[in-house]
């Protein structure tokens, strides 16, 4: 059983930066593949960005590459999103799932065990 907490979010103005947090309880948390992925009204959930279990893979969402970095601190049990360059259409829920059934180029939301409750990233142009 893994619990996710997500927080960093908040109000940014355009070009600037935030950094995400997912704070995980559970011991095995090391062997999870840990995703972001954000929901913005109206829309479907989409994955952002991901980790492998190691580190040593990440995927990144063609809208996001270049401007957004994942990493994880298996020490602190917390995977980051690193966010620059912020855009309006960033805007949106932000939210980190795990799953040790996946690899780190999963994008389907329904594959991912874990969730947490979300971060709220507002963006102003």
């Known amino acids: 059983q893994v619990q996710l907490v997500e927080s960093g979010g908040g109000l940014v103005q355009a070009g600037g930066s935030l950094r995400l947090s997912c704070a995980a309880s559970?011991?095995?948390?090391?062997?999870?593949?840990t995703g972001w992925f954000r929901q913005a009204p109206g829309k479907e959930r989409e994955v952002v960005a991901a980790?492998?279990?190691?580190?040593?893979?990440?995927y990144y969402a063609d809208f996001v590459k270049g401007r957004f970095t994942i990493s994880r601190d298996d020490s602190k049990n917390t995977v980051y999103l690193q966010m620059n360059s912020l855009k309006a259409e960033d805007a949106a829920v932000y939210y980190c799932?795990?799953?040790?059934?996946?690899?780190?180029?999963?994008?389907?939301?329904?594959?991912?065990?874990?969730w947490g409750q979300g971060t709220q990233v507002t963006v102003s142009s």
């Open positions: 980790i492998s279990w190691s580190g040593s893979a990440t």
């Open positions: 559970g011991r095995t948390f090391s062997s999870y593949v």
């Open positions: 799932a795990a799953s040790r059934a996946v690899v780190a180029g999963t994008r389907s939301p329904c594959a991912y065990e874990y």
